[in-house]
């Protein structure tokens, strides 16, 4: 184990040497106005397509000649650089969120799975703050995953991510994002009323009338319930014309009371809800605890509901941790051997939102969306522990019935699950559906 070890710390040194001397480099890579001086082995190694674009005819001559120059120009100077970094000595701490932006979008191009895996894992822990931050660095990078991901998340947690500094310190920023998620109509929000994105341009305070009247005419006013945009407007009196003007403040408030298509020119007639969920409701949890795991030890919890419900949360706990703890844990939720969802915990607490309960610690999974159960349908929770702990597994819903409405009667989800001795626990979970 020991001889082990020190060859591999001689192998990360002898990287290491390699990539900050430049000897024996046998390819040179431009990005920019800087030359990086490379091994076509390491990238063959950590990328398939390098391997077949270094081994075509195209690049003969820049094979033959380690001077001759290939351009790269679908990343920075600092993002290649830190991907050098991660090939020759496994680097995986990003040095901006801009980076790893970019590292994402060329690892994923270059299909070097391992560290795109990395950067998505790092970009998922990003808080709502930065939700807007993120969203305009994806789009300027041209990394339509993570921007359609965070585009998302800023969907559901709408009311926190304009809550944040960094969409009233930005308001052009932030009026652009707006327009680009009120424009997809798939977006669905967690938000009580349409009438919050209005009160979330009066927030900016922006003067720009056409930047304005893009977001006012993109709200669904015939969804908006007529006391709340009456209250909106009785909220700002002296509503400056930039963003309604008095006219079409009183169209919008007939078109809403009478039910009639008087709205003005241009105002969106669109009648569907954007809401994910019609109510959502803190629902009552229990958790079922299997102890004594120990390392590459699968554990699987397999359960189903007796009515619809959207899955929204999925607690970990861990028995026996501090704050020195490293998390090492993968969760996967699924339908028979479809994957509907999976994560990825690797590092240590400090790293991550939780809640500390004396020796205790509680690892809440916050899911990119809503998932939806089917009732009677089996459902499996595959959670991978790389700790030589015990922890506890918690599911938290939101629950509504096939036909969208709230019933008064309980909904039960059981489950039934193994440990690593074959031992077979069940448990019956009661959920309201109304608090």
Request: glycine share 2%; proline share 4%.
């Amino acid at each position: 184990m020991i001889r082990g070890t020190e060859s591999c710390f001689q192998h990360l040194h002898f990287m290491s040497n390699l990539f900050r001397s430049g000897k024996d480099y046998d390819c040179s890579f431009k990005v920019g106005t800087k030359v990086f001086r490379c091994h076509k082995q390491i990238f063959s190694w950590a990328s398939p397509p390098f391997k077949a674009m270094l081994q075509s005819t195209k690049f003969k001559e820049a094979c033959n000649n380690p001077d001759e120059i290939i351009d790269l120009t679908d990343i920075s100077e600092e993002a290649f650089e830190f991907f050098l970094e991660y090939l020759y000595e496994r680097t995986v701490e990003f040095p901006s969120l801009r980076i790893a932006v970019e590292a994402h979008f060329f690892a994923h191009v270059w299909n070097v799975e391992c560290l795109e895996k990395i950067a998505e894992h790092y970009l998922d822990q990003i808080q709502p703050g930065e939700y807007c931050n993120l969203y305009i660095l994806s789009k300027r990078v041209g990394n339509v995953i993570i921007r359609q991901r965070i585009k998302e998340k800023i969907c559901l947690k709408f009311e926190r991510v304009v809550e944040s500094p960094m969409w009233r310190n930005q308001p052009d920023k932030s009026c652009e994002i707006l327009i680009d998620v009120l424009s997809d109509s798939d977006c669905k929000f967690n938000i009580r009323s349409e009438m919050q994105f209005a009160e979330a341009v009066v927030e900016l305070k922006v003067k720009d009338r056409a930047i304005i009247g893009k977001i006012i005419r993109l709200i669904r006013f015939y969804t908006v319930d007529c006391k709340d945009f009456i209250n909106f407007i009785r909220k700002h009196p002296l509503l400056s014309p930039d963003i309604l003007t008095i006219p079409e403040a009183q169209s919008i408030a007939m078109s809403i009371a009478q039910k009639e298509p008087l709205l003005p020119a241009g105002f969106s007639h669109i009648t569907e809800s954007r809401k994910a969920m019609k109510e959502r409701h803190d629902v009552c949890w229990k958790y079922q605890t299997i102890e004594k795991i120990t390392p590459n030890i699968e554990t699987t919890l397999t359960f189903w509901v007796e009515d619809d419900v959207y899955l929204l949360e999925i607690y970990l706990d861990s028995l026996k941790c501090n704050r020195k703890t490293i998390y090492n844990y993968e969760v996967l939720l699924m339908s028979g051997e479809q994957i509907l969802s999976t994560t990825i915990f690797r590092g240590f607490p400090m790293d991550h939102t939780r809640k500390y309960t004396n020796e205790n610690q509680q690892y809440c999974i916050e899911l990119n969306y809503p998932i939806l159960l089917k009732a009677e349908v089996p459902y499996k929770l595959v959670v991978s522990n790389r700790l030589d702990e015990g922890f506890k597994m918690t599911l938290r819903a939101s629950i509504r019935n096939r036909k969208k409405a709230w019933k008064s009667s309980v909904t039960n989800i059981h489950f039934i699950g193994s440990n690593k001795t074959g031992e077979i626990f069940g448990l019956s979970l009661a959920l309201p559906h109304n608090q």
